[in-house]
């Protein structure tokens, strides 16, 4: 059975659990060790049971613990060149680093796995699709714009961890400042609230049964705000949110199941 849990989610820190019951997987490390074990615990799982660590891009919103958790437990860490390269996590033994390419299949366990190109202001970011059983799930985060690419890789997800950093109105009148708030907006940034109820909306019409909205701004977003958006779109839309699809917002700092 496959469990797939956003462990904490937000500009402080992310990292998501994805299992097929044999195989663990850690997305992203954005926390201490201590709080790793601590979120690890709350779902049952041990942290030395964890087979590899993926990384979607270097930034320490994702990498904080990487380094630590790849010593203290022996895991591997899965990669592009470009993140490795950037990343400050201390020394890995050369055994747990494992270069991967963008759109270049692999499989750990039974668990395959697509890592497919995104746009952020990162050294060859990815977001990544896994394949267990017959079924597809997604993590897209920390995008700055849905290309064609990216929503073809996503569609037909039946689960998804998927972006609504912001609420663009809450940015611009903001305390951010203008260079920062451009960074955002732009087409290596985050993506908004409107913009994810719009790809949720897609995903729907195209088989995805859940959604997580995830990477939530602390100061330029609120759960509601982001809920509401994408509520508001699908039941417009015709969707009957709880009965034809579930929606929920991953919680910052405690393990959120699907």
Do not use: W
């Not at 990292?15 to 779902?43: P, Q, R, W, Y």
């Not at 930034?59 to 060149?81: C, E, F, L, W």
């Amino acid at each position: 059975m496959a469990t797939f849990v956003s462990l904490i989610s937000g500009s402080s820190g992310n990292a998501t659990f994805v299992s097929d019951g044999k195989t663990n997987l850690l997305i992203d490390c954005g926390m201490s060790g201590a709080k790793l074990k601590e979120s690890l615990h709350a779902i049952d799982v041990m942290p030395e049971s964890i087979d590899a660590l993926l990384i979607t891009h270097e930034h320490v919103d994702h990498t904080k613990g990487a380094g630590v958790i790849s010593r203290r437990y022996n895991i591997p860490i899965y990669t592009t060149q470009g993140t490795h390269t950037s990343m400050d996590i201390g020394n890995i033994a050369d055994e747990n680093i494992k270069i991967i390419t963008e759109d270049t299949d692999f499989e750990i366990g039974n668990i395959g796995i697509r890592p497919f190109a995104i746009p952020h202001d990162a050294t060859q970011p990815v977001g990544f699709n896994f394949m267990i059983g017959d079924e597809k799930y997604s993590l897209a985060t920390d995008i700055g714009k849905i290309t064609k690419s990216i929503l073809e890789k996503i569609t037909g997800s039946k689960k998804i961890l998927l972006e609504s950093n912001h609420d663009v109105e809450m940015l611009k009148c903001g305390t951010y400042p203008y260079p920062l708030k451009r960074r955002i907006l732009g087409e290596y940034g985050h993506l908004s609230n409107e913009t994810a109820s719009k790809v949720a909306l897609h995903l729907v019409q195209n088989g995805t049964e859940h959604i997580m909205l995830g990477h939530l701004s602390k100061e330029n977003n609120r759960p509601e705000i982001a809920m509401l958006e994408t509520y508001n779109l699908l039941s417009q839309s015709g969707v009957d949110v709880g009965k034809d699809m579930t929606l929920q917002v991953a919680d910052r700092y405690k393990p959120t199941l699907f």
